[in-house]
């Protein structure tokens, strides 16, 4: 693209804003791209209340139709899901609508519910040209929205898209789950750029709620979303100029940071022996933190998932023990972690940590940053063929073991080059079969063990990018063999910067 510069001059060299906290000099874009308008279902789809066709109006109906899509997911099934769902729903009713469909169990979506499977059925059945013309649009509203120029440079966009409306999900047993998503309009949206650039057109009808030209934040535009009341932001792609600053910054920070473990690791075990509990807490706290790699955890509301971390524990979610599986003083851990992830585990610790605990046991001290996700919905599917094909592979191999008997028997009947020749194929043949039978082994070994490991988090947000590059450059192992296109597009500043000398 015309005016992007992928060097390390650009990225690091290029001037240094004001020490004012200035992220940029000039910023332009064309503000955030919103979902198309709802279009009413044919008239020949009809919603049923008791029995009975009803016609909606489009705002009853649009609302109508998320609930519908989710008819054959779990969550339809859960009872908050359903009540949070039909409550906001009445609100979006007139008073008419309101009277006459006053029970969720005598609703019957299933007529909108199939008219949305067969459309996605439509849709899988395109034609090769006719999936390459929406290619061709998307990618047009990609150059469009997805780009903005900031001090002159263009850079990506991450998500230009505001989120179409919709039915809340949530991890865990969210209890805000089945909550509306409310439309996003203009008129709700902060736009955030230059004073001398054109300012975005907002939809016709429309207006922005307010334009603001504060270069000390880095996002094009901002709205608050209804559910948490969260501020939602459009921001740079993190292959972006200032997404690659955050991260060098972030690392920089880990690397002064370990020139004072040493300090910190005997500061919180002088912690343990106060006589303050506060301070003892504080001790126990930083050593969780320390030795497991613990998240802080935070007090929340009543109305978020009940996931909890280093500061927020109870006593539920602990047991200790003198003695366990030939261990002495072990912390058993049993609770809800980022991402409403279970957490298990049994970690041997300092006697006199084990005690301090015990002592308050009452008092939130453990938890495991957690790097794990829930397993995927395709797990059960893609290890189901893995199966097959080390069946099918075992039966190769059985087969080509019989038949290398078989040709070693008949040399050794009758010998010659040929048959000769035909035990060393054999031989070759089986040696290959088994090699291959060994690596889908491995390979289901692998994604039975890492189901619910989340590899990718640390390598994205916590292991410095430069110790990956140095290494590989030492080494001569190609960059593209540890990082994907879009990952060396968000390291292009460790890559530029980091020889194989590099420390950290």
Same mark, same amino acid.
């Given at each position: 693209?015309?005016g992007v510069h992928?060097?390390?001059?650009?990225?690091?060299? @290029?001037?240094? &804003?004001?020490?004012?906290?200035?992220?940029?000099r000039?910023?332009?874009?064309?503000?955030?791209?919103?979902?198309?308008?709802?279009?009413?279902?044919?008239?020949s789809?009809?919603?049923?209340?008791?029995?009975?066709?009803?016609?909606l109006?489009?705002?009853t @109906?649009?609302v109508?139709t998320?609930?519908?899509?989710?008819?054959? &997911?779990?969550?339809?099934?859960?009872?908050?899901?359903?009540?949070?769902?039909?409550?906001d729903?009445k609100?979006?009713?007139t008073?008419?609508?309101?009277?006459?469909i006053?029970?969720?169990?005598?609703?019957?979506?299933?007529?909108?519910h199939?008219?949305?499977?067969?459309?996605?059925?439509?849709k899988?059945?395109?034609?090769?040209?006719?999936?390459?013309?929406?290619?061709?649009?998307?990618?047009?509203?990609?150059?469009?929205?997805?780009?903005?120029?900031?001090?002159?440079?263009?850079e990506?966009?991450?998500?230009f898209?505001?989120?179409?409306?919709?039915?809340?999900r949530?991890?865990g047993? =969210?209890?805000k789950?089945?909550?509306?998503?409310?439309?996003?309009?203009?008129?709700d949206?902060?736009?955030?750029?230059?004073?001398?650039?054109?300012?975005?057109?907002?939809p016709?009808?429309?207006?922005?709620?307010?334009?603001?030209?504060?270069?000390?934040?880095?996002?094009?535009?901002?709205?608050?979303?209804?559910?948490?009341? &969260?501020i939602?932001y459009?921001?740079?792609?993190?292959?972006?100029?200032?997404?690659?600053?955050?991260?060098?910054?972030k690392? !920089?920070?880990?690397?002064?940071?370990?020139?004072?473990?040493?300090?910190?690791?005997?500061?919180?075990?002088?912690?343990?022996?106060?006589?303050?509990m506060?301070?003892r807490?504080?001790?126990?706290?930083?050593?969780?933190?320390?030795?497991?790699?613990?998240?802080?955890?935070?007090e929340?509301?009543?109305d978020?998932?009940?996931?909890?971390?280093?500061?927020?524990?109870?006593?539920? &979610?602990i047991?200790?023990?003198?003695?366990?599986?030939?261990?002495d003083?072990?912390? @058993?851990?049993?609770f809800?972690?980022?991402?409403?992830?279970?957490?298990?585990?049994?970690?041997?610790?300092?006697?006199?940590?084990?005690?301090?605990?015990?002592?308050?046991?009452?008092?939130?001290?453990?938890? $495991?940053?957690?790097h +794990?996700?829930?397993?995927?919905?395709?797990?059960e599917?893609?290890?189901?063929?893995?199966?097959?094909?080390?069946k099918?592979? +075992?039966?190769e191999?059985?087969?080509?073991k019989?038949? $290398?008997?078989?040709?070693?028997?008949? =040399?050794?009947?009758?010998?010659?080059?040929?048959?000769?020749?035909?035990?060393?194929?054999?031989?070759?043949?089986?040696?290959?079969?088994?090699?291959?039978l060994?690596?889908?082994?491995?390979?289901?070994?692998?994604?039975?063990?890492?189901?619910?490991?989340? $590899?990718g988090?640390?390598?994205?947000?916590?292991?410095?990018?430069r110790?990956?590059?140095?290494?590989?450059?030492?080494?001569?192992?190609p960059? !593209?063999?540890?990082?994907?296109?879009?990952?060396?597009?968000?390291f292009?500043?460790?890559?530029?910067?980091?020889?194989?000398?590099? +420390?950290?």
């Amino acid at each position: 693209c015309p005016g992007v510069h992928k060097g390390k001059s650009y990225l690091w060299e @290029e001037g240094k &804003h004001a020490e004012n906290g200035q992220k940029w000099r000039s910023l332009e874009h064309k503000g955030p791209l919103f979902p198309p308008e709802y279009e009413p279902l044919p008239s020949s789809v009809s919603f049923l209340y008791n029995g009975t066709p009803v016609i909606l109006r489009p705002a009853t @109906e649009e609302v109508a139709t998320f609930y519908a899509k989710m008819l054959d &997911h779990e969550f339809t099934t859960k009872e908050v899901f359903q009540n949070n769902f039909f409550t906001d729903w009445k609100e979006v009713m007139t008073e008419t609508e309101r009277q006459l469909i006053s029970d969720l169990s005598q609703c019957d979506f299933s007529n909108i519910h199939k008219y949305f499977v067969e459309k996605t059925e439509e849709k899988r059945n395109m034609t090769k040209e006719e999936k390459q013309v929406l290619k061709e649009e998307a990618n047009k509203l990609t150059e469009e929205y997805g780009y903005c120029l900031l001090d002159g440079h263009r850079e990506k966009i991450g998500n230009f898209r505001v989120e179409p409306p919709g039915l809340f999900r949530g991890r865990g047993e =969210h209890p805000k789950m089945g909550k509306l998503k409310k439309r996003v309009q203009p008129e709700d949206v902060i736009i955030n750029c230059s004073k001398d650039v054109k300012i975005p057109e907002p939809p016709p009808g429309h207006r922005w709620k307010k334009v603001q030209h504060d270069n000390t934040v880095t996002w094009l535009a901002s709205w608050v979303e209804n559910i948490h009341g &969260h501020i939602k932001y459009i921001m740079l792609n993190p292959s972006s100029k200032l997404k690659g600053e955050k991260d060098w910054q972030k690392y !920089e920070t880990a690397r002064k940071l370990k020139l004072s473990v040493d300090s910190i690791r005997s500061e919180y075990q002088s912690a343990w022996t106060s006589c303050e509990m506060k301070q003892r807490q504080y001790g126990v706290a930083l050593y969780f933190i320390d030795k497991l790699a613990l998240r802080a955890g935070n007090e929340k509301d009543d109305d978020t998932a009940d996931t909890v971390g280093c500061c927020s524990l109870r006593v539920e &979610h602990i047991n200790l023990h003198r003695h366990l599986d030939s261990l002495d003083y072990v912390v @058993e851990f049993d609770f809800l972690g980022k991402d409403s992830i279970r957490y298990y585990n049994k970690v041997p610790v300092e006697k006199q940590c084990c005690t301090i605990l015990n002592n308050f046991i009452s008092i939130a001290v453990a938890i $495991l940053c957690n790097h +794990q996700r829930a397993a995927p919905k395709t797990f059960e599917k893609s290890m189901q063929l893995l199966q097959e094909k080390i069946k099918k592979k +075992q039966e190769e191999v059985e087969k080509a073991k019989k038949e $290398l008997k078989q040709a070693k028997k008949e =040399h050794k009947q009758l010998p010659s080059e040929v048959s000769k020749k035909l035990v060393q194929k054999m031989e070759k043949t089986v040696k290959r079969l088994l090699e291959q039978l060994k690596k889908l082994q491995l390979l289901e070994t692998d994604r039975n063990e890492n189901k619910v490991i989340a $590899l990718g988090t640390s390598k994205l947000n916590y292991l410095d990018p430069r110790i990956s590059v140095a290494w590989c450059k030492k080494n001569n192992v190609p960059v !593209e063999k540890i990082y994907n296109k879009t990952q060396r597009a968000k390291f292009a500043w460790a890559i530029d910067m980091a020889d194989e000398n590099f +420390q950290f």
